[in-house]
């Protein structure tokens, strides 16, 4: 059975970004996403992190990697390369006595990368003659329409042979995402990784970040937050819920039962999550969405209320200081609807209302 190894370098010594590899990332060190996702994956007989620092080799641990060594200092400079790094574990693991038929370089930056990916790589790898399979994405814009600012501070188009050619008509062009690279041990190659041998994983866009600035730390948290809104938007599974509901005709003066959450207070109904008030159509705004008047069947008097009845023996109280916007999908079901003249009744109750409201 063939053998895989995964090694994630993790050095201690980064500069524009301090302490990067273990920089608290919603909730956990940087590095535990690469750790976690190595293991979820299945792939590997062990995953390694190779360190020179002794807290990241902790929390390494912590997080279910093993740490068979401490890096040497040579190995752990701003000029060393991954390839070195990566060879000097291989190097130590065999003179252990273990040997590796396919090894995955996980970078500790890629909290973005999906098991789903890796299991891809891998099988594409291990059922062809490549050397290596790694994560790629398409570039965001033509390579053939960039320039450079020369030393006159003038642009200089690389190939100015393209400036007329339109963008569709470009080839397109690939860059590395810097997330996994899966060798083949078994195989050599004079190759360099960007060549024949090699077979591209392309990941959409939105899950590529470099990781060199800050700013670019601060463009992963929104990409991050972007992937996973059932955590980060306490609404999100409300609105997938509604995407998936059909938009019903609705008119204005109808009164819906509204699901409207469980902080509604005196005038709700139903049980468990589903919490219900009844709102009255105001205005119609599109296919989906209304100017509503949330009602209460407490009788109350002043300017931000107008009371009337459009059942009988019922009184009903439009809350005006409560009007907001709400979608049709929220509907439970129709309760009734007022008359012409109750509507022409609120429609100057809201007028007076609005003159009496400050605007901010």
């Known amino acids: 059975m063939d ?6 370098p993790a050095r201690g010594g980064s500069k524009r970004i301090p302490k990067k590899n273990i920089k608290d990332f919603f909730g956990k060190p940087l590095i535990a996403y690469s750790i976690e996702v190595a293991l979820k994956s299945g792939l590997f007989e062990k995953v390694v992190v190779s360190t020179d620092d002794k807290k990241i080799a902790q929390i390494a641990r912590e997080y279910g990697a093993e740490v068979p060594f401490v890096r040497p200092e040579e190995l752990s400079d701003d000029y060393t390369g991954t390839g070195e790094v990566v060879a000097h574990a291989l190097k130590y693991l065999e003179e252990d006595g273990e040997k590796y038929d396919y090894l995955c370089t996980i970078y500790a930056t890629a909290p973005l990368l999906g098991e789903e990916y890796l299991k891809e790589g891998f099988e594409k790898l291990k059922n062809s003659n490549a050397k290596m399979v790694f994560s790629v994405s398409s570039m965001p814009f033509p390579i053939q329409r960039t320039f450079k600012i020369n030393e006159d501070e003038r642009c200089e188009m690389f190939t100015p042979e393209y400036f007329c050619t339109r963008s569709q008509d470009l080839e ?5 995402a810097g997330q996994f690279y899966f060798e083949n041990l078994n195989i050599s190659s004079d190759e360099i990784a960007f060549g024949k041998d090699s077979i591209p994983i392309v990941l959409p866009r939105y899950l590529v970040q470099d990781l060199d600035t800050l700013e670019d730390w601060e463009r992963l948290e929104i990409l991050y937050q972007s992937l996973h809104k059932d955590k980060f938007d306490k609404w999100n599974s409300i609105k997938k819920k509604l995407d998936k509901k059909q938009i019903i005709n609705f008119y204005q003066g109808n009164i ?4 409207v959450g469980q902080n509604i207070g005196y005038e709700s109904y139903g049980k468990g999550k589903l919490f219900l008030r009844p709102v009255l159509v105001y205005k119609k ?13 407490k009788l109350k008097e002043g300017s931000y209320f107008f009371s009337f009845s459009y059942k009988k023996d019922k009184k ?7 009007m907001r916007i709400f979608d049709i999908r929220r509907s439970e079901y129709l309760s ?18 609005m003159k009496t409201t400050p605007s901010k």
């Open 256 to 259: 819906y039962f509204m699901s």
């Open 336 to 353: 009734g609807k007022i008359n012409k003249n109750t509507y022409k009744n609120l429609e100057i109750k809201v007028k007076e209302f």
């Open 172 to 176: 397109e062009a690939y860059q590395d």
């Open 316 to 322: 009903s109280c439009a809350m005006l200081n409560q």
């Open 3 to 8: 053998k895989c190894i995964a090694i994630i």
């Open 285 to 297: 705004l599109s296919k989906s969405t209304f100017l509503g008047i949330p009602l209460t069947s």
